[in-house]
């Protein structure tokens, strides 16, 4: 599987993203595995937390929870959901995840610690100190970090949503998260996600067993759009 490149298509801020993490991480063990970020709460859509918010999206976590075992802890629940003042906006996690791929090519090792201070510890990923701290968490220099992010703000993040958008509607994608396995044949596959959540290692074990030759199947249905999470 060398000769395999799989496009992992997510949002920071997707709460079926969070769960597919172990899916992630078991194929990174894998094989190559380049992030495209969609960008699902940025520019109009970003928003600030909001009682509404907080009952729209605990239902959906639930099940989250049910179907993938992946922990929502009560500092999210409790304290980040019911937090005024904080506002949900992918484009600063993003950025940053642009940056840690920059300086160490550590992009999808900062998102998984993200979506756990996110989803767990309850933390503002879209506030720069949070971002920073998590960088240094999984070891990046503090320095270097915070000078490619501000590098990658702006322009740069908003380009890269752009190009995964272009992605997504070049390959039929409706949302996040999408896997698909690009060969050096040029043919593009996509990857069963749902049927095996909470079951990475049956999941690297499908991963394996696809042959180059096989026959694209039918995109899965998105568990998260552009416009948010659906159960």
Not at 73 to 94: C, H, K
Not at 134 to 162: N, S, T, W
Not at 208 to 218: I, Q, T, V, W
Request: proline share 8%; glycine share 8%; hydrophobic share 45%.
């Amino acid at each position: 599987m060398n000769q395999t490149l799989l496009h992992y298509i997510y949002d920071p801020l997707c709460g079926w993203c969070y769960g597919a993490a172990p899916l992630v991480k078991a194929a990174r063990d894998l094989l190559p595995v380049q992030a495209h970020a969609g960008g699902m709460m940025s520019d109009a859509r970003r928003q600030p937390v909001t009682a509404a918010l907080r009952a729209f999206v605990l239902p959906h976590d639930r099940r989250i929870a049910q179907l993938t075992g992946q922990p929502f802890g009560p500092a999210y629940a409790d304290g980040l959901l019911r937090d005024t003042t904080a506002v949900f906006d992918s484009e600063p996690p993003i950025a940053a995840v642009l940056a840690a791929d920059a300086i160490a090519g550590r992009g999808l090792d900062l998102l998984a610690r993200l979506q756990r201070a996110h989803y767990v510890e309850g933390g503002r990923i879209a506030d720069t100190d949070v971002l920073v701290d998590m960088a240094v968490d999984i070891g990046l220099a503090q320095q270097a970090f915070v000078q490619a992010l501000e590098q990658a703000r702006g322009a740069p993040v908003q380009a890269h949503i752009h190009a995964t958008r272009e992605l997504m509607a070049r390959i039929g994608a409706q949302g996040f998260p999408t896997l698909t396995l690009e060969r050096d044949d040029g043919s593009w596959q996509p990857v069963d996600v749902a049927r095996f959540f909470g079951r990475p290692q049956d999941f690297a074990a499908h991963l394996r067993d696809l042959a180059p030759g096989a026959a694209p199947a039918e995109l899965p249905a998105p568990a998260c759009n552009i416009d948010g999470c659906n159960p």
